[in-house]
């Protein structure tokens, strides 16, 4: 009964010692109207809130906020660019442009890419595709390294004219061959 009474006086005592600012204690920009507030404000008031969270677990954070996997250079084979390349990209975001040969319509660019869209995912690929032009698309890869893979798949299809990756054009291998499976709309 007395750890009882000891427990009941200690949770009344914390629940009165708590501090709430009064008003002239406050710093001015605590003082505003929340509708008044700027963007430094706001950022204050955010840094505020999440001062006493824990931090997010690697695999959580932000692209930019990860650290970069760690690399062998001894046991990479250096007279190989391209597999260095892929390497150091690795678990990075990565653009790849394609381009469609023989002058497609909008609907065939979308249809073709949509296609090879589907054959790199049931490849275990990742890519995300958005039309930026009547014959162009960007693949983004969440995993960079994956890129690599999707462009020796790519270069081999049917009317692809060619991919850009990492500032360099590698030509389709197939371009003039037109698809008569898919056609094209008016």
């Not at 406050?26 to 824990?54: G, V």
């Not at 677990?57 to 690399?71: A, G, I, Y």
């Not at 990565?94 to 090879?116: D, G, H, Q």
Request: include cysteine; charge should be negative; aromatic fraction near 10%.
């Amino acid at each position: 009964m007395r750890n009882l009474f000891f427990f009941v006086f200690l949770l009344c005592l914390t629940g009165t010692l708590t501090k709430k600012y009064s008003d002239d204690e406050k710093p001015a920009w605590a003082k505003k109207d929340i509708r008044d507030f700027s963007d430094a404000d706001m950022e204050r008031l955010f840094d505020q809130w999440e001062e006493d969270e824990e931090p997010l677990p690697e695999d959580e954070l932000p692209e930019h906020l990860r650290k970069p996997p760690q690399l062998d250079l001894n046991k990479m084979d250096m007279s190989n660019p391209e597999a260095v390349l892929q390497a150091t990209k690795k678990g990075q975001t990565l653009m790849m442009f394609v381009s469609v040969a023989n002058k497609p319509s909008r609907a065939r660019t979308e249809e073709l890419t949509k296609i090879w869209q589907a054959s790199l995912w049931s490849n275990h690929i990742q890519a995300e595709r958005y039309l930026v032009d009547d014959d162009r698309a960007i693949f983004m890869f969440k995993d960079g390294s994956q890129a690599w893979t999707a462009k020796e798949f790519l270069l081999e299809q049917n009317e692809l004219k060619e991919v850009q990756l990492e500032s360099q054009v590698f030509p389709g291998k197939k371009p003039d061959v037109r698809n008569t499976a898919v056609r094209d709309e008016l």
